[in-house]
């Protein structure tokens, strides 16, 4: 089981760079969004991505939920607005179950985002399932523990807002027009995706035991990994379309003989394939449908609740 850092970098740190400016902005993001108009697509992966947008401005940006990992990098990509926040932070110093993921979220929303691509690293759960797959799921599964997982748990804010418990649907977790964009971007690279499929997701950081991987592969699932929740739901909550796609860097500890995982095994299979996954990831971006036209139960999740707050 993978718990690399997202696809997109090499997981050291990269610092802000020459030619970077830097800003700050409050919670509900007026700052960033007068900088070049507001992002309309965010990506949440490692910290190497930021480097490869156009007129990058970096983003100090507080929320009503703490600081989010890092600050967020807003530039252009092929003609797309796209915020980048680096998930485990610069330097990867943040282990998946510290996250905050509710910050995240709500950092990308307040600089315009609608859209979120969230790479990940899993270990496979089936053998044809093995290293350099790259896989779309379509379902997701959460076996985490102690992970806050919602914006709506009445429990007031620092500003004294307290927001109304609310149930929203969540059958199906990923946006599909954000599926079809991944998919096609990795077919018009070459690399022919598995087309859904279960992600389950583990408290981490270890690996997961032999128990463990069978348990997960006889229920059918079909990789692990340790960062796609709640990442998934939270953007839910707050009428965000959010598509992840997964990268397979080891068969998990159940589905072969031998020592189980290892973190370098890990770390050069996702060197080998980070290329191309940031490629298609690229395509991906590109091939998102324009904020305005989205047609997606996702950016019809809120409509006619009562959240009790004002989001960004």
Same mark, same amino acid.
């Given at each position: 089981m993978a718990n690399a850092d997202t696809g997109t970098g090499s997981g050291t740190s990269t610092g802000t &760079?020459?030619?970077i400016d830097t800003v700050s902005a409050d919670a509900a993001g007026t700052g960033p969004a007068a900088v070049d108009g507001p992002a309309e697509i965010g990506v949440i992966g490692g910290s190497g991505f930021y480097s490869f947008l156009e007129d990058v401005t970096e983003v100090s940006v507080d929320t009503p939920y703490g600081k989010p990992s890092d600050s967020v990098f807003l530039?252009?990509?092929g003609g797309r607005?796209?915020?980048?926040?680096p998930?485990? &932070?610069r330097g990867h110093h943040l282990p998946p179950h510290r996250i905050?993921?509710?910050a995240n979220l709500w950092a990308l929303r307040s600089v315009g985002v609608r859209q979120v691509l969230g790479p990940c690293a899993v270990g496979g759960l089936r053998p044809e399932f093995g290293p350099g797959t790259l896989l779309v799921p379509d379902q997701l599964v959460d076996r985490t523990k102690a992970r806050v997982q919602t914006y709506y748990d009445g429990e007031p804010l620092p500003d004294g807002t307290v927001p109304n418990v609310v149930h929203l649907g969540f059958a199906d977790p990923y946006c599909p027009e954000g599926r079809r964009a991944a998919l096609a971007a990795a077919r018009g690279r070459d690399w022919e995706p598995v087309d859904g499929g279960t992600l389950v997701v583990v408290e981490g950081p270890r690996f997961s035991t032999r128990a463990e991987s069978r348990w997960h592969a006889a229920m059918g699932w079909s990789v692990v990994g340790m960062t796609g929740h709640p990442e998934a739901v939270l953007a839910r909550e707050l009428g965000l379309c959010y598509t992840t796609m997964t990268l397979v860097t080891d068969l998990d500890a159940g589905a072969e003989a031998g020592e189980g995982v290892s973190h370098e095994e890990v770390?050069?299979?996702f060197a080998a394939n980070?290329?191309?996954l940031r490629s298609v990831l690229f395509d991906a971006v590109a091939g998102l449908p324009k904020t305005e036209s989205r047609d997606c139960a996702c950016?019809?999740?809120?409509?006619?609740?009562?959240?009790?707050?004002?989001l960004p």
């Open positions: &760079g020459a030619g530039g252009e990509l607005k796209v915020a980048f926040l998930r485990h &932070g905050n993921y509710r770390l050069q299979v980070v290329d191309r950016a019809r999740a809120l409509d006619g609740m009562d959240t009790g707050i004002a």
